[in-house]
């Protein structure tokens, strides 16, 4: 079993930052991708930002510009820097990673942003 822990959520007021970091139980060069999805009230799960085990990265739309995701081998961690912060950015922030035959989840960080 694979433990996937977030920490890092908050309260933040528009144009804030905020870093999000995901700590794996395990090695992160075992999973095919790792990343960060978020949910809205009454909005699907989305993707927000994910790295390949290659390093390769993909953003979504919205957050390109203003949202950075790295890892860090060693500590087996991934963290997404989140910048420039909107209102529209609030959701549930959830790390997943996935392998050939599994899909893990966190348990969530709340993202609040005022206006």
């Known amino acids: 079993q694979v433990l996937l822990v977030e920490s890092g959520g908050g309260l933040v007021q528009a144009g804030g930052s905020l870093r999000l970091s995901c700590a794996a139980s395990?090695?992160?060069?075992?999973?095919?991708?790792i990343g960060w999805y978020r949910q809205a009230p009454g909005k699907q799960r989305e993707l927000v930002a994910q790295v390949g085990a290659s390093g390769t990265t993909n953003y979504a739309d919205s957050v390109k510009g203003r949202f950075t995701i790295s890892r860090d081998n060693a500590k087996n961690t991934v963290a997404l820097q989140m910048n420039s912060l909107k209102p529209e950015d609030t959701a549930v922030y959830y790390c997943?990673?996935?392998?050939?035959?599994?899909?893990?989840w966190g348990q969530g960080t709340q993202v609040t942003v005022s206006s």
């Open positions: 997943k990673a996935s392998t050939s035959m599994n899909i893990y």
């Open positions: 395990r090695s992160i060069f075992s999973f095919n991708a």
